[in-house]
């Protein structure tokens, strides 16, 4: 009996005293906190970088919005060259320690291309620019094409040129070659001289 007394003691003691369970929860509790914490620094580094990228896009001065503001122009062959006695090519690194930098100018480099282009194709290849749907209703979204005169009225041949997807507007097969090669392999240019030169005198674009 005394042998019982001292083994159901015993077992009341360890239901009782902080048992290895307890140990183990406040183990996994330390843990717990210390993933909050990775996680929380984690956070924090994040959120320090996005506000770098944030400070750094609002100290960004804005760009010119002319060739020449970019000191670029035009030569005779249709190439973008600097103006200046070198001559020099288009240059994509301007910052080397500064990728976005480099890739802002050369977008905003690129819209301003864009409305190049399209006064080359009112001036050179006399198309005219239409918005469509021709019957938009007020408020309904609209797009335009360039034409030629009486392009949608009269019968005849029609040479119907699309651009591709992406960054590209009308006039253009490619941004990139426009700026690293010519005029004459990066745009639409030389097709629609060559369709309003048909001998047949009927060509439509």
Same mark, same amino acid.
């Given at each position: #009996? %005394?042998?019982?007394?001292?083994e159901q003691t015993a077992n009341q003691?360890? #239901?009782?005293?902080?048992?290895? /369970?307890?140990?183990?929860?406040?183990? =996994?509790? !330390?843990?717990? %906190?210390?993933?909050?914490?990775? #996680?929380?620094?984690?956070? %924090?580094?994040?959120n320090s970088n996005g506000m770098c990228?944030?400070? $750094?896009?609002?100290? !960004?001065?804005?760009?010119?919005?002319?060739?020449?503001?970019?000191?670029?122009?035009?030569?005779?062959?249709?190439?973008?060259?600097?103006?200046?006695?070198?001559?020099?090519?288009?240059?994509?690194?301007?910052?080397?320690?500064?990728?976005?930098?480099? !890739?802002?100018?050369?977008? @905003?480099?690129?819209?301003?291309?864009?409305?190049?282009?399209?006064?080359?194709?009112?001036? %050179?290849?006399?198309?005219?620019?239409?918005?469509?749907?021709?019957?938009?209703?007020? *408020?309904?979204?609209?797009?335009?094409?360039?034409?030629?005169?009486?392009?949608?009225?009269?019968? *005849?041949?029609?040479?119907?040129?699309?651009?591709?997807?992406?960054? &590209?507007?009308?006039? !253009?097969?490619? $941004?990139?070659?426009?700026?690293? =090669?010519?005029? /004459?392999? *990066?745009?639409?240019?030389?097709?629609?001289? $060559? @369709? #309003?030169?048909?001998?047949?005198?009927?060509? $439509? &674009?």
């Amino acid at each position: #009996m %005394e042998s019982e007394d001292c083994e159901q003691t015993a077992n009341q003691q360890k #239901m009782l005293s902080p048992t290895s /369970d307890n140990s183990d929860m406040d183990t =996994d509790t !330390q843990e717990c %906190e210390s993933e909050k914490c990775r #996680m929380s620094t984690d956070n %924090e580094n994040d959120n320090s970088n996005g506000m770098c990228d944030s400070k $750094r896009r609002k100290k !960004q001065e804005p760009f010119p919005d002319t060739l020449e503001g970019f000191n670029y122009k035009f030569n005779e062959d249709g190439q973008l060259r600097e103006i200046s006695d070198n001559n020099e090519p288009f240059k994509f690194v301007i910052k080397p320690d500064d990728h976005y930098y480099n !890739q802002k100018r050369y977008e @905003a480099l690129g819209e301003i291309l864009n409305h190049y282009v399209y006064n080359l194709l009112e001036t %050179e290849c006399n198309l005219e620019r239409i918005t469509i749907p021709l019957d938009a209703a007020e *408020g309904e979204p609209t797009s335009f094409v360039f034409a030629s005169k009486n392009a949608l009225k009269t019968r *005849g041949k029609l040479l119907i040129l699309i651009h591709g997807s992406g960054v &590209v507007r009308a006039g !253009q097969w490619a $941004r990139r070659l426009i700026i690293n =090669d010519c005029l /004459d392999t *990066g745009t639409q240019i030389p097709y629609i001289k $060559r @369709a #309003m030169k048909d001998d047949s005198n009927t060509g $439509r &674009v």
